[in-house]
C-alpha cells in the first residue's frame, strides 16, 4: 500500500534562517506531488505542483521555493525565512486512482 | 481552469441535527469531485468523490454528498452529526487528467454543539 511520509511535524525558525522540509513517497511511482500552506483559519493554497523528476510548477509568487530530486521526494525550501511563511505545510500526491490526493500529517512551521 | 467555492466559512449546529456544507465549482470540461475532513493539526482525509455515475455519493462516517451539474453543485450532507464530525471540511475539483493539480475550496469548519 501506498503511504506518505512528511517531516518534521513542527519546526520553530527564526526569521531569516533556511528552511528545508521533506516529504516522500512509499508504494507508488511516478506521483503527482504537491505542497499547500494553510495560513491560520484560511484554506489551502496550492505552492508548487510536479508531475516529474525536475519538473516544478510554482503557483503563486512568493519566499518558498521546491525540488524533486528522485520520483518519489518533494523539498520545500526557502533560503531566507520571513515571518509571513509561517503557517501548516501539507505535502500530497496523487495519481493512483481517479485523482485524489492522499496527504501527510503536515509541518507546522512558527517563523519567530 | 476550475475552481471551487464554499459558500459558508463557519457553520454551526447541534449535535444530532441534519447539517448541509455547501460547495460550488467551476469548470469547461468535466472533472472529478472530492470532499475532504481535517481534524486540528492533521492532514486531509478522503470522505468522498464523485468520478461518474451514480450523482449520490456515499462516504465515511455517515457523509453523502450530491453532484449536480446543472448547478455545478456538490453539497455534502449528514442526516444526523455527532460531537466528533467536529472539524473543518475541503471541497476539491480536479480534472480528467493524470496530469491535472487539484484545486480545494477554502473550507467549512463544522462544530457541534451538545
Known amino acids: 500500500s501506498q503511504t506518505i511520509h512528511q517531516w518534521p511535524a513542527t519546526l520553530v525558525q527564526p526569521v531569516g534562517s533556511p528552511l528545508s522540509l521533506e516529504c516522500t513517497v512509499e508504494g507508488t511511482s511516478n506521483p503527482n506531488l504537491y505542497w499547500y500552506r494553510q495560513a491560520a483559519g484560511r484554506g489551502l493554497q496550492l505552492l508548487f505542483y510536479s508531475v516529474g523528476i525536475g519538473q516544478i510548477s510554482s503557483e503563486v509568487p512568493q519566499n518558498l521555493s521546491a525540488s524533486r530530486p528522485q520520483d518519489r521526494q518533494f523539498i520545500l525550501s526557502s533560503k531566507k525565512l520571513l515571518l509571513s511563511d509561517s503557517g501548516f505545510y501539507l505535502c500530497?500526491?496523487?495519481?493512483?486512482?481517479?485523482?485524489?490526493?492522499?496527504f501527510g500529517q503536515g509541518t507546522r512551521l512558527t517563523v519567530v | 481552469a476550475q475552481s471551487v467555492t464554499q459558500l459558508d466559512s463557519q457553520v454551526p449546529v447541534f449535535e444530532e441535527a441534519p447539517v448541509e456544507l455547501r460547495c460550488n465549482y467551476s469548470s469547461s470540461v468535466s472533472v472529478y469531485l472530492f470532499w475532504y475532513v481535517q481534524y486540528p493539526n492533521q492532514g486531509l482525509q478522503l470522505l468522498l468523490k464523485y468520478l461518474s455515475g451514480s450523482t449520490l455519493v456515499k462516504g465515511i462516517n455517515g457523509f453523502e454528498a450530491e453532484f449536480n451539474k446543472s448547478q455545478t453543485s456538490f453539497h455534502l450532507r449528514k442526516p444526523s452529526v455527532h460531537i466528533s464530525d467536529t472539524a473543518e471540511y475541503f471541497c476539491?475539483?480536479?480534472?480528467?487528467?493524470?496530469?491535472?493539480?487539484?484545486?480545494f475550496g477554502s473550507g467549512t469548519r463544522l462544530s457541534i454543539r451538545p
Open positions: 500530497a500526491w496523487s495519481g493512483g486512482g481517479a485523482g485524489e490526493a492522499f
Open positions: 476539491a475539483v480536479t480534472r480528467y487528467s493524470s496530469a491535472s493539480k487539484i484545486i
